[in-house]
């Protein structure tokens, strides 16, 4: 079956450009389509090679083809379509939202949420019917505990698809419990923190009552060349850096290999030393098993302490 132009295949579709439903049932049976729901497929050669959040999204599209009723796709199911990061997210439902004060449902594949919603929050990405950015997070916010709250909240400032503001006012609107909880979340939430890995680490030092760091820090030279841009900076004079096999994937460039980026990246490291700077990684392992990880940065912010601060140069000489 021609799956080249969508991967998501409906009956509907099929049966007009010829299919049988004995075809159908042929290409389940020898396992090279797979059922997203009743009268959705997918090519499961398609689908093993996909996230986890860009299955979800054909989820949605199926269930949407499916709707008798207009549904606004909303809160995890809407950061997956705006392609917002998300730490362990829970994709088992597809979430939706119906302008009504009562009436939510939940089935086993979808969360049908009943809140007051505005047109304003409402927006359309690649034909999907899906809430804003603004409200996405104003909703996963309420809901999230507050780690994974922060890491969507993050993606989407850092993205520059919501706002602080922009945030605040939805939660206004869309009314309900939580907004104390979510505005809690909200004022930690930070646009220069890069990946779920850099904002995981900002709550872990925050949890730990460790200094609060300065993000993106730049490191020059005496002629205000870029030396680096330091992932955390803390004014003592201590880098820390998240370490993650993604953050060394997007660096590769054609023609190289994983192991040019480590060396680059060892070079640097060196060039920030030069000017100053400890340098501690932390990496995923790290932030699940902490306390290691915490002592060691300790040790570096008070052995900094004693000696003369890093070398800065702010802007060009």
Partial sequence: ???????????????????????????????????????????????????????????????????????????????????????????????FTVDRNSGGRTTKTRHVHANPIADRDITEVDGIPVTTADRTIADLLRVLPFEAGVCVGDSALHAGSATVTGIDEALVRSGGRGIVTARRSLEFCDAKSESVGETRTRVLLHRAGMPVPR?????????????????????????????????????????????????????????????????????????DRPNTFLAHLQDAIDLAATVPGPRIFDRPA
């Avoid at 803390?234 to 192991?259: C, M, N, R, T, W």
């Avoid at 060039?271 to 400890?278: A, K």
């Fill in 1 to 95: 079956m021609d799956t080249e132009n969508d991967p998501l295949l409906l009956r509907r579709d099929l049966v007009r450009n010829g299919r049988s439903d004995s075809d159908i049932r042929s290409a389940k049976a020898a396992g090279s389509i797979a059922s997203l729901r009743r009268g959705a497929f997918v090519s499961t050669r398609t689908l093993k090679d996909m996230r986890p959040e860009d299955r979800h999204v054909l989820n949605v599209r199926a269930h949407l083809a499916a709707a008798n009723s207009t549904l606004v796709v909303s809160h995890q199911s809407a950061a997956a379509v705006h392609g917002f990061e998300m730490w362990a997210p829970d994709l088992s439902k597809v979430h």
């Fill in 215 to 287: 993000l993106q820090v730049e490191v020059r030279d005496e002629r205000g060349r870029l030396i680096a841009r330091l992932d955390f900076g803390f004014d003592v004079g201590v880098a820390l850096e998240f370490d993650g096999d993604v953050k060394y994937k997007k660096l590769v460039k054609p023609g190289q290999e994983s192991s040019d980026i480590v060396i680059a990246e060892k070079k640097r490291e060196d060039g920030v030393r030069r000017f100053g700077w400890f340098v501690l990684r932390v990496t995923w392992s790290d932030l």
